[in-house]
């Protein structure tokens, strides 16, 4: 398995950590191929906005797929140009 590295990480993590409750600084993901799915518990804070979605898009090099709820998470997928 892939990771990203820590520079990448922590630029997203900037973005989506206001979406999380407080003191709750987690970047769970999953890398496929040229796609990368980002999970976040729906329990955890709120839905990124589509504003944001962009910006990690323009992070990763790549476009934002879609979102879908599954097992009480949203999974948030892009398709990566890194």
Request: with cysteine.
């Amino acid at each position: 398995m892939t990771n990203l590295d820590k520079e990448t990480e922590e630029e997203i993590l900037a973005i989506v950590e206001k979406y999380q409750k407080e003191n709750t600084k987690l970047l769970n993901y999953l890398i496929t191929d040229d796609e990368i799915t980002f999970f976040s518990p729906i329990g955890n804070g709120s839905e990124i906005t589509a504003s944001d979605l962009q910006k990690v898009a323009d992070i990763l090099k790549g476009s934002f797929i879609g979102m879908e709820i599954v097992n009480q998470e949203y999974r948030f997928k892009f398709k990566c140009g890194l």
